[in-house]
């Protein structure tokens, strides 16, 4: 899946240069719209004597990002910000039946996700008009997914997860205007730890839980975001 990413920063400002819109006592307001898609065509030959038959997939999700941020120091802001997102993903699976017939089979999943925490974000100008900054992120967050299948002998399911993550994302900066600033950001370092509950209509199988931790660095081209950035207040 290519994934195509689009981050909008919205907010309000009234500055008299590039440098006031870093300065103390400034309020930051931002948000983020993130839109991914993709579709993969294949094939199946579980016989080799039997001729291949098509299968494909397609997915696509949405998340918005609002954030909201006070400037406590020159360079330096410390804020709140949320993450709800949502996404779908359905396969088409083709295969033969006892007499040769071709059937197609259906798996569904739809996906939601929320986050919410503290946030610091710190810049570096390396002139009057551009710079750098990194912003270091954690809370809370959840998700829960919602599995169905047509295929015989496949369970439908419902996962629900809850945990904490942590993360680390530089960006450049560059002022185009004194009251606007446009941002490149190419992915994060992220680490996570949370508890999955799954649990499968069919009576005959008991609910499971889990434990899991993960860190991961997401930097390319796929996890590109571009956006604006405005300030409010200030000196």
């Known amino acids: 899946m290519q994934p195509l990413a689009l981050g909008i920063l919205l907010g309000g400002a009234t500055m008299h240069g590039a440098h006031a819109q870093l300065k103390e006592r400034t309020v930051l307001l931002s948000g983020s719209v993130g839109y991914s898609s993709g579709k993969i065509d294949g094939s199946t ?29 020159d360079n330096l802001a410390m804020g709140l910000n949320a993450a709800i997102g949502s996404g779908k993903n359905t396969s088409f699976q083709q295969v033969y039946t006892g ?19 503290p946030f610091a974000r710190y810049y570096h100008l390396v002139g009057e008009k551009a710079g750098f900054f990194g912003q270091l992120a954690g809370g809370y967050q959840r998700a829960s997914g919602d599995f169905s ?7 439908s399911r419902v996962t629900k997860s809850t945990g904490g993550y942590v993360n680390v994302m530089p960006g450049f900066v560059y002022f185009a ?14 680490y996570t730890k949370a508890t999955t509950t799954t649990k499968a209509e069919d009576p005959t199988r008991s609910e499971l839980k889990s434990t899991s931790s993960s860190f991961a660095a997401n930097f390319g081209l796929r996890n590109l975001s571009l956006g604006a950035s405005f300030h409010l207040g200030g000196n």
């Open 99 to 117: 007499t040769g017939a071709v059937e197609t089979f259906t798996n569904k999943e739809i996906s939601k996700q929320f986050s919410f925490g």
């Open 149 to 155: 299948s047509s295929a015989p002998f496949t369970a």
């Open 177 to 190: 205007t004194a009251k606007l600033g446009l941002e490149l950001t190419l992915g994060s370092l992220a």
């Open 45 to 73: 030959q579980s016989v080799p004597t039997v001729p291949s038959l098509p299968n494909s997939s397609s997915g696509r999700s949405l998340q918005l990002s609002p954030q909201v941020g006070f400037f406590i120091a």
